[in-house]
T-cell receptor, first 114, second 115 residues
Framework: SQQGEEDPQALSIQEGENATMNCSYK?????LQWYRQNSGRGLVHLIL?????REKHSGRLRVTLDTSKKSSSLLITASRAADTASYFC??????????????FGRGTQLTVWP | EAQVTQNPRYLITVTGKKLTVTCSQN?????MSWYRQDPGLGLRQIYY???????DKGDVPEGYKVSRKEKRNFPLILESPSPNQTSLYFC??????????????FGSGTRLTVV
């Protein structure tokens, strides 16, 4: 199935540092979304970037999208221990037959040490 | 509070004993979907529904059934559970108009163990 793939699989940093996660996907998209999941809990929507957008900000989050490279990045600035979680990118594909479907990657496990 | 509610949160059952995991949303969303999450495999879509009485298979539908008789409810049915269906299950919903702007709202998950 079509999926985003996050990189790295795991990231470990100190509080105050920035965390960057990347996502690559295979086909044209309608939008790309980032979600956060605390261990064993439900996913929480963080930010959505449309295919015609290149950058988006929300608080300490910055998302970029490069449709020519089929890639996106999520930057968390000034990270905190509470940011420790798994982060997933999800692609909403640009095809009528996939309406209502969202394809997830395997996620990046971020650990922020105090 | 706008939310997606799944029940139960935890369930241990035996092979072959039919079970239903319920999902309900209070946001009048048209789209609803079921995912399963397994270590190393990420989230995979089981079934989705674009509106009442409209459902379709996702990537891993084998062994599951769904129904959408009302807009707010989208139960997941395992007619004859097997151990390979042991997983963490999530229900999600979205409105057509908000899907392109606000993404999906997820439930808290149901951890199912089939022995």
């Amino acid at each position: 199935s079509q999926q985003g793939e996050e990189d790295p699989q795991a990231l470990s940093i100190q509080e105050g540092e920035n965390a960057t996660m990347n996502c690559s996907y295979k086909t044209s998209i309608n939008n790309l979304q980032w979600y956060r999941q605390n261990s064993g809990r439900g996913l929480v929507h963080l930010i959505l970037i449309r295919s015609n957008e290149r950058e988006k900000h929300s608080g300490r989050l910055r998302v970029t999208l490069d449709t020519s490279k089929k890639s996106s990045s999520l930057l968390i600035t000034a990270s905190r221990a509470a940011d420790t979680a798994s982060y997933f990118c999800a692609t909403d594909l640009d095809r009528g037959s996939t309406l209502g479907r969202l394809y997830f990657g395997r996620g990046t496990q971020l650990t922020v040490w105090p | 509070e706008a939310q997606v509610t799944q029940n139960p949160r935890y369930l241990i059952t035996v092979t072959g004993k039919k079970l239903t995991v319920t999902c309900s949303q209070n946001m009048n969303h048209e789209y609803m979907s079921w995912y399963r999450q397994d270590p190393g495999l990420g989230l995979r879509q089981i079934y989705y529904s674009m509106n009442v009485e409209v459902t379709d298979k996702g990537d891993v539908p084998e062994g599951y059934k769904v129904s959408r008789k009302e807009k707010r409810n989208f139960p997941l049915i395992l007619e004859s559970p097997s151990p390979n269906q042991t997983s963490l299950y999530f229900c999600a919903s979205s409105a057509g108009w908000s899907r392109a702007n606000y993404g999906y709202t997820f439930g808290s998950g149901t951890r199912l163990t089939v022995v």
